[in-house]
């Protein structure tokens, strides 16, 4: 009679019961998608110098537009010496303004134009990096109550700044050449 009771306890301790973890999964999984829905990842092309030693051949364009980003101005140059502008930075930051508006009056006089290359020192913040190849790719506008985008230089290549000597006096400058 003793063993007859073992048999009947481990029948009855063999069942499993999963009602609550199935009431779980049920409220997880919807939990788990809407969550998921949320993240977002951006990835922007960016053009990188070519690894060969020689020097490509490029075709003549009327300006070769690099923008350098240095710790206390912004510089608008053409790579041949040019220097078209520089903004200087001031305690709310850099003068993104009036950067645009150079581009702006650059892409004017070369509408066919669609690449600059982007120089940075070496201690520039990420996000200055991220503001300023926002206001390269595209011009934002209002008209008539309506935001205006217009495309302005696109293809972007990145680069390192070549320092300045310390003896070189900073000076606000706005005219050039386009």
Do not use: C, H, W
Not at 23 to 49: D, E, G, H, K
Not at 135 to 153: C, Q
């Amino acid at each position: 009679m003793r063993n007859s009771r073992r048999a009947r306890r481990k029948l009855e301790s063999t069942e499993l019961n999963i009602t609550a973890f199935m009431n779980l999964m049920v409220i997880l999984v919807p939990f788990l998608l809407i969550t998921a829905v949320f993240s977002r990842l951006t990835i922007l092309q960016l053009n990188l110098p070519a690894s060969s030693s020689e020097p490509a051949e490029e075709p003549e364009q009327s300006v070769q537009l690099e923008i350098t980003i240095r710790e206390n101005s912004i510089e608008v140059g053409d790579r041949r010496g040019v220097l078209l502008g520089r903004y200087p930075s001031t305690d709310e930051g850099y003068d993104l303004e009036k950067l645009v508006e150079k581009l702006n009056a650059i892409k004017e006089k070369n509408p066919d134009k669609l690449d600059a290359t982007l120089l940075l020192e070496p201690e520039i913040p990420y996000d200055v990096l991220v503001q300023v190849m926002d206001k390269i790719r595209v011009s934002e506008t209002i008209e008539d109550g309506e935001l205006v985008k217009a495309e302005l230089f696109p293809l972007i290549s990145i680069g390192d700044a070549v320092s300045l000597p310390a003896s070189l006096p900073e000076t606000s400058t706005e005219g050039g050449k386009t």
